[in-house]
């Protein structure tokens, strides 16, 4: 068979100065294109709403048209988004999905999937819950760190940001004040966390503030009067337009929100909680399994773990209990470095011997590079051991990996190369730069996915460790098998306070008799599933598929099986949810069996 660019060049060069003209369509064929061309509309004017919608997000992907808005969250704006959305689903079921060719209809099912699970969705209005200990309203200076100020343009954008920042912080009151009305409230523990976060952004002098970073040194050329009417029009907007908001935002949540909020940890506590929960955990798994159905599957997964972890205890020689060993492991100063200096230089250099390792386990590796900085120091000590920031769209922000530094005696080295591996390479950043490179997919696929794929594909990356040539010392492997047991924990905890009613001090229990996590880190992550159900029980229950898929793939094709190809296929279409995942490379199995 000849390959489509011979047949081109037969075409081209083999015909003189013949005119060649296309044989007119058939009406099948028009109506495919057409079919086409209205579903790929359809998703760039979605795409578009989003961005409006959003313009912070906006912002962190790149796009600086909407920089000088905030997001309207008043109730019309949401209620109008919500008739938006089921509007643009109308417009998909109108496409005829028989008619469009295999890729349109990838996207189809996954566009109908996402807005069909954001619609059932709003029933439980969890949009009157807008923060939480772990970010929001109160750390919005954080886009500080994501914009790119590179023309006076920019300095101007934020500034018009300031001014408008007292409409913004006035909605979110509404709507946490309706949230009150409802029931719709976060349990007290974790919203004791939050009046010091809001005490962090009300300074005596404005260029004290959060806000103020991007003027205290400028990286364009401007002349001194530039500078000083841009700090001036800074300076006299957050002393007169953000300061002020967050006194009374603080006083309204001091007075009137954290009383109201709920004494226990679950989200069974509000207006069809358990409901909810049921709703939560199909969105964030991908699969219909229910919430007792996934604590089950926790505590297996926390027992097949423990034979592993104690089998290291025995390596070591360590004579005493398990629990006396994690004891050991968390207060040992032998685990731990001395200064942040040396933990941030630790993750740095793990992570570059990560890199050069890639290619016997992938294909395609991504053009858009990634930094490792240290998590920003006013939200350290109410947030977990790192996280990841996917680059702007254009690839001139890099991704971020973040590491906490904060109390680095709970921040232990054996830790470091799952925790690097998780959220860097082959982890989140190689996993998402793919898929934000493949120019061909919508941008809702480009930008977006499944948790239960991006955080199962990262789990399931600190497993590809070993065939790395890491965990080299019984310790580091002890760090696998810890973060490991951490997110199959994370199963059992996550169930267990919003569906089981367990009590936060039963989950931070649980947590500290089966990993070597410090207390802060345990504290931190059990108030982390308070405050986000649902979305802690995506990791295991992903790694679990990807696991199940290799080992399926690895039977079927037996010595002709080659791990660079099934990473290049599990990874060529983004993040799916686990079903359609399921389907690629089974498509890909049978593919195999019927050409080699």
């Excluded at 947030?383 to 921040?411: C, F, K």
């Excluded at 996550?494 to 070597?516: E, P, V, Y």
């Amino acid at each position: 068979m000849r390959s489509l660019v011979t047949v081109l060049l037969v075409l081209l060069c083999g015909h003189g100065n013949r005119t060649l003209v296309s044989p007119p369509a058939s009406a099948s064929e028009s109506l495919v294109d057409a079919n086409s061309a209205r579903l790929q509309t359809l998703f760039r004017s979605e795409w578009e709403r989003v961005l409006k919608e959003h313009p912070d997000y906006a912002s962190e992907l790149g796009d600086r048209r909407y920089n000088t808005r905030w997001p309207d969250v008043s109730l019309p704006a949401m209620q109008a988004a919500d008739r938006a959305s089921a509007e643009a689903l109308t417009e998909l079921r109108s496409i005829n999905f028989e008619s469009l060719n295999a890729l349109d209809r990838l996207n189809y099912r996954l566009f109908q999937r996402q807005y069909e699970t954001e619609i059932a969705e709003r029933k439980y209005r969890l949009y009157l819950m807008p923060l939480s200990q772990r970010g929001g309203i109160q750390d919005q200076n954080r886009l500080t760190d994501l914009l790119k100020f590179e023309t006076i343009r920019d300095y101007e954008d934020w500034i018009a940001r300031l001014n408008a920042f007292p409409a913004y912080l006035a909605q979110t009151m509404a709507l946490m004040g309706q949230g009150i009305r409802e029931g719709m409230l976060h349990p007290k523990v974790v919203m004791q966390r939050v009046p010091n976060q809001i005490r962090k952004q009300i300074v005596s002098q404005p260029q004290d503030s959060l806000y103020y970073k991007p003027f205290r040194s400028f990286v364009v050329e401007l002349t001194d009067a530039q500078k000083q009417r841009l700090r001036t029009q800074a300076a006299t907007a957050i002393q007169e337009r953000v300061i002020p908001s967050y006194r009374a935002f603080l006083e309204f949540f001091e007075q009137q929100y954290l009383p109201a909020s709920y004494d226990h940890a679950g989200c069974w506590q509000r207006p069809n909680g358990q409901e909810m929960y049921r709703h939560l955990a199909k969105r964030y798994t991908t699969t219909d399994l229910t919430p007792q159905q996934i604590h089950e599957i926790g505590l297996c997964e926390v027992a097949r773990i423990r034979k592993q972890m104690e089998v290291i205890q025995k390596q070591v020689a360590f004579e005493g209990s398990f629990r006396e060993f994690l004891t050991y492991l968390r207060t040992d100063r032998q685990f731990y470095y001395s200064t942040p200096d040396e933990l941030l230089a630790a993750y740095r250099e793990c992570c570059n011997r990560i890199d050069p390792q890639l290619p016997q386990l992938f294909i395609h590796l991504p053009q858009t590079g990634y930094q490792i900085v240290p998590v920003p120091t006013q939200m350290a000590a109410d947030t977990t051991t790192a996280y990841y920031q996917p680059p702007s769209y254009d690839g001139r922000r890099p991704g971020t990996y973040y590491v906490n530094l904060y109390r680095i005696e709970t921040r232990p080295k054996f830790e470091i190369e799952a925790l690097s591996l998780h959220e860097s390479v082959p982890g989140h950043h190689l996993q998402t730069a793919l898929a934000m490179e493949v120019k061909s997919m919508p941008n809702f696929r480009r930008y977006g996915g499944q948790t239960a794929f991006i955080e199962g594909w990262a789990l399931y990356s600190e497993k590809l460790g070993e065939e790395m040539g890491f965990y080299q010392d019984p310790y580091s492997r002890f760090g696998q098998l810890t973060y490991e047991m951490w997110r199959a924990v994370r199963l059992v905890v996550d169930t267990g306070m919003h569906s089981l009613k367990w009590s936060r001090q039963q989950a931070i229990d649980f947590f500290a008799a089966n990993t070597a996590k410090s207390l802060l880190d345990i504290e931190n992550e059990v108030d982390r599933y308070i405050a986000w159900p649902g979305q802690a029980l995506a990791y295991k229950i992903g790694e679990l598929r990807f696991t199940e898929l290799r080992k399926r793939s690895e039977a079927t094709l037996g010595d002709r099986f080659d791990v660079r190809e099934f990473h290049d296929i599990v990874l060529r279409n983004g993040a799916v949810p686990l079903d359609i995942l399921e389907e690629q490379v089974d498509a890909w199995l049978a593919e195999k069996a019927t050409t080699e």
